[in-house]
């Protein structure tokens, strides 16, 4: 079983719709929590940093982790086709510069 | 400011050849990582530095494969001899600091080893 769990998808949305994206991790260690955007034939592209449980805030992005279901979610609100992307989540512990990325939600926004 | 910058971002090679990929951090960053990225296993890391000094290599698949970070401005990952299973990208990323947990990837150089 992989650290981190990810749903690969894919996942096609309307435009305008709120979009949830889900991992799952087995670490209890982990603190840090990210996610990544990747278009296509691109690097990973980091959207937002979290530490700890809790939500955190970024636009029209929301990421929440929840430490005690060890399950963390990026939302996203009034999405646009330009989201359009895979969406990676990754986590490290405190003690460690490397991170656990998950496999990658791959999302359509149709407009 | 610029990027990671990677080079080569495309190359052919055939069963047998080295292959080294290039990196250039962003200035000022003190950690640089390697990762792998193919459909079946995902992102990998393969080795990362701070400062220049080589802290986890637990990710370099095998004897084959080498990395080097002579200094603050430059890394490359060497594969001798390559083989047709090292097709991947291979992603350099670096961060500002040694806590990793805002890290910067390049555009990726694309292998395929045939």
């Known amino acids: 079983q992989k650290e981190v769990e990810q749903d690969p998808g894919p996942l096609s949305v309307p435009e305008g719709a709120i979009v949830s994206l889900n991992c799952t991790y087995s670490?209890?260690?982990?603190?840090?929590f990210m996610w990544y955007r990747q278009y296509s034939r691109k690097g990973p592209e980091l959207l937002m940093y979290?530490?700890?449980?809790g939500n955190k805030e970024d636009g029209r992005f929301t990421a929440q982790v929840d430490k005690s279901s060890k399950y963390i979610s990026l939302f996203i609100r009034d999405s646009q086709p330009s989201d359009s992307a895979t969406y990676l989540c990754?986590?490290?512990?405190?003690?460690?510069?490397?991170?656990?990325f998950g496999d990658g939600t791959t999302l359509t926004v149709k407009p | 400011d610029a990027g990671v910058i990677q080079s080569p971002r495309h190359e052919v090679t055939e069963m047998g050849q080295e292959v080294t990929l290039r990196c250039k951090p962003i200035?000022?960053?003190?950690?640089l990582f390697w990762y792998r990225q193919t459909m079946m296993r995902g992102l990998e890391l393969l080795i990362y530095?701070?400062?220049?000094?080589?802290?986890?290599d637990s990710g370099m698949p095998e004897d084959r494969f080498s990395a080097k970070m002579p200094n603050a401005s430059f890394s490359t990952l060497k594969i001798q001899p390559s083989e047709p299973r090292d097709s991947a990208v291979y992603f350099c990323?670096?961060?500002?600091?040694?806590?990793?947990?805002?890290?910067?990837f390049g555009e990726g150089s694309w292998l395929t080893v045939v």
């Open positions: 670490n209890s260690a982990f603190q840090y």
């Open positions: 990323a670096s961060s500002p600091d040694s806590s990793g947990n805002t890290i910067y």
């Open positions: 990754a986590m490290k512990d405190t003690n460690a510069g490397k991170s656990t």
């Open positions: 530095f701070n400062n220049n000094v080589p802290i986890d």
């Open positions: 200035s000022g960053h003190n950690s």
């Open positions: 979290t530490y700890s449980s």
